[in-house]
């Protein structure tokens, strides 16, 4: 028995139940072809007799990956194509990196029930927070984690704010970043990415 894909067979029903799809080993949650990703990624270490692997969740903004980031194929996003994503230790805590192991078959149950709640009681909120693109650029805005790098950031959410029409908004992240960021490589980008969505910064 692989333990690992009894894992994921066993979960399977119940992530339906709360609303997710699955491929593979990633469970999808939907709203206006915005997807919310969980990840399960077993470890190298793993065996077919010891299961062991931690959970990597993510955003993929439809906008984005329409306008500027494109997926162009009708394939649900991987979780590397997320805008906005972490890894379940981030939230755990006194944990940044946290795996679980299964060793024996019946340990499956109590395995199964303990990461269901972790699912619910953590990863659900937290992508329900970020799962519009209201919810991402409210996230850009006033949140410490990025989930992405810095110019990461400032690309995707001057996107957001210009698709919104939000400029007043836009012009003080924009006069904010380059400020933060003058003389470094990560100002250079930050123009480049702007002649790219066509708005124009007057230094």
Same mark, same amino acid.
């Given at each position: 028995?692989?333990?690992?894909?009894?894992?994921?067979?066993?979960?399977?029903?119940?992530?339906?139940?709360?609303?997710?799809?699955?491929?593979?080993? *990633?469970?999808?949650?939907?709203?206006?072809?915005?997807?919310?990703?969980?990840?399960?990624?077993?470890?190298?270490?793993?065996?077919?007799?010891?299961?062991?692997?931690?959970?990597?969740?993510?955003?993929?903004?439809?906008?984005?990956?329409?306008? +500027?980031?494109?997926?162009?194929?009708?394939?649900?996003?991987?979780?590397?194509?997320?805008?906005?994503?972490?890894?379940?230790?981030?939230?755990?805590?006194?944990?940044?990196?946290?795996?679980?192991?299964?060793?024996?078959?019946?340990?499956?149950?109590?395995?199964?029930?303990?990461?269901?709640?972790?699912?619910?009681?953590?990863?659900?909120? +937290?992508? *329900?927070?970020?799962?519009?693109?209201?919810?991402?650029?409210?996230?850009?805005? *006033?949140?410490?984690?990025?989930?992405?790098? +810095?110019?990461?950031?400032?690309?995707?959410?001057?996107?957001?704010?210009? +698709?919104?029409?939000?400029?007043?908004?836009?012009?003080?992240?924009?006069?904010?970043?380059?400020?933060?960021?003058?003389?470094?490589?990560?100002?250079?980008?930050?123009?480049?990415?702007?002649?790219?969505?066509?708005?124009?910064?007057?230094?």
């Amino acid at each position: 028995m692989d333990l690992f894909t009894e894992f994921i067979k066993t979960l399977s029903p119940l992530m339906k139940h709360l609303g997710f799809n699955k491929k593979g080993n *990633n469970f999808y949650l939907e709203i206006a072809q915005n997807y919310g990703i969980l990840n399960f990624q077993k470890s190298r270490d793993s065996t077919r007799q010891v299961a062991i692997f931690t959970i990597n969740f993510g955003i993929f903004s439809n906008t984005l990956g329409r306008l +500027e980031f494109t997926n162009n194929d009708s394939k649900k996003p991987d979780i590397g194509q997320c805008h906005w994503e972490s890894r379940i230790g981030h939230f755990m805590p006194n944990s940044p990196d946290y795996w679980w192991k299964i060793s024996m078959a019946e340990d499956l149950p109590s395995i199964v029930a303990e990461v269901l709640k972790v699912i619910q009681n953590i990863l659900i909120p +937290e992508i *329900n927070k970020r799962l519009t693109d209201k919810g991402l650029i409210n996230c850009w805005l *006033n949140e410490s984690y990025a989930g992405t790098t +810095e110019i990461g950031r400032f690309k995707y959410l001057t996107t957001l704010l210009k +698709e919104n029409g939000d400029f007043n908004v836009l012009n003080q992240v924009i006069e904010t970043f380059m400020q933060f960021s003058k003389g470094k490589s990560n100002a250079y980008r930050a123009k480049e990415h702007l002649k790219e969505i066509d708005i124009e910064y007057k230094q």
